[in-house]
């Protein structure tokens, strides 16, 4: 069974600096995606960031981007510039590559605070 | 495009009582999941339809739990005989196929059972 782990459950970071997530995943598949996600206060849960197993190159979505590395099943989080907006409950996630179901694995959660 | 809806938002029932939660996915997916999520964790796969029918069903999903999905379009996610452990938040997502597009979440309804 997969299972994703985020050891930090929670961290903080003063606004306008950068701050690193944690998370790893096992998994005996070679081919899945990753994400991140993000859950605001009483807000709904949005993508932030994802990354194709088969693809080298980390992805990037502005101030964000992810260190993804394969063989030791690690996919950390990196915010730059971190703004008072950035603060939020945020999940890895895990999703097989098969053409049924792609249900979601998450992590437990690692909260975010930004200091002003 | 209003986004996933969910509805009631706030739930607040008996133990033993039945619930029955409504979602609405985006107009066009033709994949809806329900995840539970409890205090402090991360969401819970629950199940899985695409359109009408129902392909997937977690091991969390106990006879007391049904879902349904007629048409293809909102879902209905029914608890019968609630028990103090089925609170939590219910949240819905649905997506488009191919299998690889995101999955869109809407704001979920939080169950209490008292």
């Known amino acids: 069974a997969q299972t994703v782990t985020q050891s930090q459950p929670e961290m903080s970071v003063q606004e306008a600096e950068t701050v690193t997530l944690s998370c790893t995943y096992d998994?005996?598949?070679?081919?899945?995606?990753l994400f991140w996600y993000k859950q605001p206060p009483s807000r709904q849960m949005i993508l932030v960031i994802r990354?194709?197993?088969?693809?080298?190159q980390n992805a990037t979505e502005n101030r964000f981007s992810v260190n993804f590395q394969k063989a030791a099943k690690s996919f950390s989080l990196k915010i730059s510039d971190s703004q008072l907006g950035d603060a939020a409950m945020y999940f890895c996630?895990?999703?097989?590559?098969?053409?049924?179901?792609?249900?979601?694995?998450f992590g437990e959660g690692t909260q975010l605070t930004v200091n002003p | 495009d209003t986004g996933v809806s969910q509805d009631p938002r706030h739930k607040i029932t008996k133990r033993g009582q039945n619930v029955t939660f409504r979602c609405d996915p985006i107009?066009?997916?033709?994949?809806l999941y329900w995840y539970r999520q409890t205090l402090g964790q991360g969401p819970e796969f629950l199940t899985y339809f695409q359109n009408e029918a129902q392909l997937e069903k977690s091991r969390l999903l106990s006879d007391r739990f049904s879902a349904e999905r007629p048409k293809g379009s909102f879902s209905t996610l029914e608890i019968q005989r609630t028990e103090q452990g089925d609170s939590a938040m219910y949240l819905c997502?649905?997506?488009?196929?191919?299998?690889?597009?995101?999955?869109?979440f809407g704001p979920g309804t939080r169950l209490t059972v008292l």
């Open positions: 998994t005996s598949e070679s081919d899945y995606y």
């Open positions: 990354q194709e197993a088969y693809k080298q």
């Open positions: 107009s066009e997916h033709n994949r």
């Open positions: 997502a649905s997506s488009l196929s191919p299998f690889y597009n995101e999955q869109f």
């Open positions: 996630a895990y999703r097989v590559t098969q053409t049924s179901g792609s249900r979601l694995t």
